[in-house]
């Protein structure tokens, strides 16, 4: 039997991270564990800005704490959590080994060619150094789970 207490989504608010809470919220949900929220801001402090690093923040929060349900907080005992780093990967896999986490489920870009050679794979890098299995949601996502209502009509 598969133990699992705690679930962590990590989150850049993109479409692909949407698709991603979606899944946790249903295994948490199916396991009973407790859902983590995690997104992990740049950190911008020493570069050149129009716009103040600390109302940045603020704005990132807000949009963490909009991304859970009453129901996830009262459920699933979610939590959201935001970070500042200039390695997001590491900060993901140091959260879910301080957080005893027993999967992370995350969105990715499925960047290719020079795209990913550019911008890097965040999700990659998690694969490779998290301390727990790592679901990864791509967005636009297959159906490969048939929802309730069609199986139903079937």
Do not use: Q
């Amino acid at each position: 039997m598969i133990v699992l207490k705690n679930i962590l989504v990590a989150t850049d608010f993109g479409p692909a991270a949407d698709a991603a809470l979606g899944y946790a919220r249903a295994l948490a949900k199916v396991f009973g564990a407790r859902l983590h929220l995690l997104h992990v801001a740049e950190n911008d402090f020493l570069r050149p800005s129009v716009s103040d690093p600390h109302d940045r923040h603020a704005a990132a929060a807000r949009c963490l704490d909009e991304c859970l349900t009453a129901e996830d907080r009262s459920e699933l005992a979610a939590d959201a959590v935001l970070r500042i780093s200039d390695n997001p990967a590491d900060e993901i896999t140091d959260y879910a080994k301080d957080a005893s986490i027993g999967l992370i489920v995350m969105g990715t870009h499925g960047r290719t060619g020079v795209s990913h050679l550019l911008m890097g794979s965040v999700a990659e890098r998690v694969v490779r150094l998290a301390p727990c299995p790592v679901l990864t949601v791509r967005h636009p996502e297959h159906e490969f789970v048939v929802a309730d209502a069609a199986v139903a009509v079937a």
